[in-house]
C-alpha cells in the first residue's frame, strides 16, 4: 500500500515537472519568435532561454513547426454576439484585443511572425476565419459581407498591434486604453455593423 502511494505521488512529481519543463519552453519560445522571427529563432536558442537541453525541447514539440504551432496558439475568446447589445460590438471587440495584446507575447509574436513567414501567416488568418468571422457572420447585415467586413475588422486590430506592440510608434504606444477604445471602436463597428460603406 505504501508502495502505491509512492508511484503515485513520484507521478504526480514527474507530472509537475514536465508541465513545468512545457511552461518555460513555451514562454522561452513566445519571446523568441515575437524577438527574432520564425526563420531566425532556434531550438537551441529556445533551449538555453528556457535552461533546459534542446533535445527536451524536441522530445514535447517534436520540431520548430509543432513548437511553434503550440507557443502560439491563441483563444481570443470573444463575447457571444448575442450576448451583448448590437451597437457594443466594436467597442467588445477592441477592448478585447487590447487586453489580450497586453496580457502576454503571444499574438505579438503571431504577428512578428506572419508578416513574414507562411507558416505564421496562416495561423493568423486561421484565428481570424475561426474567431472574428463567427461575429461578423452574426452582426453584419449581410452574411454574404462578413468576410469582407471581418477582414476590414482586422486591418484595424492589427494596424493598431504593429504600431503599438512590434514597430512602436511613439504616438501610438502614448495613447492610452480610453483613447484607443475610442478611436478604434466607432470605426469597427461601422465595419461590422453599417447598412452600407
Known sequence: MNGSTSADSGSTGMRRRSDATRTAILAAARERFAADGYERATIRAIAKDAHIDPSMVMRYYGNKEGLFAAAVSVELELPEPGSLPRDDIGRALVSRFLDLWEENEVLTALLRVGAT?????????????????????????????????????????????????????????????????????????????????
Do not use: H
Not at 449581410?142 to 511613439?170: C, I, K, N, S
Open 117 to 197: 513567414n507562411q507558416a505564421g501567416a496562416e495561423r493568423m488568418q486561421g484565428v481570424f476565419r475561426e474567431q472574428v468571422m463567427p461575429v461578423a457572420l452574426r452582426v453584419c447585415p449581410d452574411p454574404e459581407q462578413a468576410p469582407a467586413r471581418a477582414a476590414l475588422a482586422a486591418t484595424q486590430l492589427l494596424g493598431l498591434a504593429l504600431t503599438r506592440y512590434v514597430l512602436r510608434f511613439p504616438p501610438t504606444v502614448a495613447l492610452t486604453r480610453e483613447e484607443i477604445v475610442a478611436w478604434l471602436a466607432p470605426t469597427v463597428q461601422r465595419y461590422l455593423t453599417a447598412t452600407s460603406p
